[in-house]
Nanobody, 117 residues
């Protein structure tokens, strides 16, 4: 069974930092590209950051310079380090795993991030 489980969400003040983690099981983690998406109320889900199996990263323009995605294949974990948080970062953050070669794709249940004073 494939399972992605996010953790690390919570309430933070503007300008604060938070680190999200996503632990994957049931897949050969090292060959999957990993991504973080977010969805705010009334908005479409959007890609925040992605990291390929080879370690190449990509970020949404809105988070460039503030967020950093990384992966630890030995721990089957992908991280999203979030800094200089803004109220507009408030959303449910979802972990995604995909393998282009096979078309496999999986989602975690999400974790809430709220940035507010």
């Amino acid at each position: 069974q494939v399972q992605l489980v996010e953790s690390g969400g919570g309430l933070v003040q503007p300008g604060g930092s938070l680190r999200l983690s996503c632990v994957a099981s049931g897949i050969m983690f090292s060959i999957y590209g990993m991504g973080w998406y977010r969805q705010a109320p009334g908005k479409q889900r959007e890609l925040v950051a992605a990291i390929t199996s080879g370690g190449r990263t990509n970020y949404a323009d809105s988070v460039k310079g503030r967020f950093a995605i990384s992966r630890d294949n030995a721990k089957n974990t992908v991280y999203l380090q979030m800094g200089s948080l803004k109220p507009e970062d408030t959303a449910v953050y979802y972990c995604n795993a995909k393998r282009v070669a096979s078309g496999d794709g999986y989602w975690g249940p999400g974790t809430q991030v709220t940035v507010s004073s």
